[in-house]
């Protein structure tokens, strides 16, 4: 099998050992409690049978001693195990009856003997709170797990993760705050939700004080978002499973529910179909195009909907949001008009699974401060990132960077600039980041002679000394004289590898 389907095995299998653990370990607590007070091992074993005593009842039949040493008829065994803890448990309605341990793949099943070595592998570990080194060790561990299933999946890894790093920048951009209420309405695995919390928590705040809403509209995706909520000991999160577009979950008072901080990476240029959006007051901007893959500017529409009077939103869009014509530049005036929009943030290329293309994050702010007026803060951050085989990524400082840009609405010649209504509407709203922040570096100057005998000019070099001090790369650390006004890389360098992975040069 390929990652995308064996991830549910996988996932299945942890969540099961994983609360049939934490179970077992309340079970002792309780019996232990009853017998301090005068009751017999009896009473006490009756006592701790009360499903009311237990985050999550487990029934006798899919605790793990039960489950561990099976030898025959395992899948349907396995089954019934996830079926029986489903149905003891309201709140895990939809989350395990889906995964088939008896599914047929081709001709055949997975036979027992491959699914007893599953199980011997499952029961090398105790997942007990006590085991772990610290608290959120196995919420790591399953974050760790999602992002191994993305990077096997590939395209289709999109669908369900958002590079940590991407997540990071945004969750920083928002900044939640405790009592606030935090919603992801196109959640995939829940990862922005998570680190929404651990940001409360990296700053001593009570991560407890927050309130957590998703949705999603991919079954399996929901049930993994479910479980890693719980898993990372969130158990009041509130996720749903639904089109977002086309009927969102969360309501109040007969209308969408608001929220303080809004963060989302929604996919990319779908289709949809007006007539079925209920809550057709969301879109006040207009409609994008029903054909044509555009409903990107349609899901910012219900983020902005979604939020309160003060509240702030990220959101992951396509380039293609802030220059397109037609009906979206429409959409785009009303925004800008409206005053809503307070930066867009240009990405590097290759961050995301699925697609190669730059993506931008739009920051929405309905309580922009009176220093910002009706500007608009460009940040242009496509050139600083690190090169990855497969992907790249925003480096701890390329993340830190944007982020104390955009706090403190700082100018940087060719990263960021601050940008007025009338420039924009000389500009007839498009919002392409580069008219406003040009990066391209400049014209490469040549030298004949360096050209036909080698040798890098000295006068370039000095043109890069700024950076080549930041990093001292002083004169002779990699580069030795060439005659004259010319410098060459040393002798024992002859890759370029080589200046990156010997250290040596560096000293």
């Not at 479980?227 to 979950?249: G, K, R, V, Y």
């Not at 600083?384 to 609405?409: C, F, M, T, W």
Request: proline share 4%; hydrophobic share 35%.
């Amino acid at each position: 099998m390929d990652a995308s389907e064996f991830k549910e095995y996988i996932f299945g299998m942890l969540f099961l050992r994983r609360i049939s653990d934490q179970f077992e370990e309340r079970k002792e607590k309780i019996i232990e409690e009853w017998l301090k007070n005068g009751y017999s091992k009896n009473e006490a074993e009756e006592m701790a049978r009360s499903p009311t005593n237990y985050t999550f009842y487990v029934p006798e039949s899919a605790r793990w001693s039960k489950i561990k040493d099976l030898k025959k008829d395992i899948g349907n065994e396995l089954n019934t195990a996830l079926a029986a803890i489903e149905d003891s448990n309201p709140e895990l309605d939809g989350v395990l009856k889906h995964i088939d341990f008896n599914v047929k793949k081709g001709k055949t099943r997975i036979p027992d003997s491959k699914l007893q070595e599953f199980l011997a592998h499952f029961n090398k570990y105790r997942l007990r709170n006590e085991d772990f080194e610290f608290p959120d060790l196995l919420g790591a561990a399953y974050e760790y797990l999602i992002k191994f299933f993305a990077d096997s999946a590939g395209k289709k890894g999109g669908e369900f993760y958002t590079p940590s790093e991407v997540v990071r920048l945004m969750v920083q951009v928002i900044d939640p705050q405790e009592t606030m209420r935090i919603y992801d309405p196109t959640c995939g695995s829940g990862g922005m939700l998570i680190q929404s919390k651990q940001y409360l928590e990296d700053r001593g705040q009570n991560s407890r004080n927050l309130s957590l809403f998703g949705q999603d509209n991919n079954g399996g995706t929901w049930a993994i978002c479910k479980m890693n909520m719980i898993l990372h000991d969130i158990s009041d999160a509130d996720i749903q499973n639904a089109d977002t577009l086309e009927d969102p979950q969360h309501t109040e008072g007969g209308e969408i529910m608001h929220f303080d901080r809004v963060i989302a990476n929604p996919p990319f240029s779908l289709n949809y179909s007006k007539s079925k959006l209920k809550y057709q007051e969301r879109f006040i901007y207009g409609d994008a195009p029903q054909n044509g893959k555009k409903a990107d500017l349609m899901f910012a529409q219900h983020m902005v909907a979604s939020l309160n009077s003060r509240g702030k939103m990220a959101t992951v869009m396509p380039h293609g949001v802030l220059f397109r014509g037609g009906a979206e530049k429409a959409i785009r005036e009303g925004m800008v008009n409206n005053n809503i929009i307070e930066a867009i943030i240009g990405l590097p290329s290759g961050l995301f699974y699925g697609t190669g293309i730059p993506a931008c994050i739009l920051v929405i702010n309905k309580d922009k401060d009176q220093e910002m007026g009706d500007n608009i803060l460009f940040i242009n951050s496509d050139a600083e990132y690190a090169e990855g085989k497969n992907q790249n990524r925003l480096r701890p400082e390329d993340i830190e960077k944007i982020s104390y840009v955009y706090r403190n609405h700082l100018e940087i010649p060719r990263y960021s600039r601050i940008v007025g209504l009338e420039e924009i509407e000389s500009q007839e709203f498009n919002l392409n980041i580069r008219r406003y922040v040009d990066n391209s570096p400049d014209p490469e100057p040549h030298d004949v002679r360096a050209h036909l005998q080698g040798g890098i000019p000295k006068n370039e070099i000095e043109t890069k000394r700024e950076m080549l001090d930041k990093y001292s790369l002083y004169d002779g650390v990699l580069l030795q004289e060439n005659g004259g006004n010319y410098v060459e890389f040393r002798d024992e360098i002859n890759e370029k590898d080589m200046i990156k992975e010997d250290q040596d040069f560096l000293q």
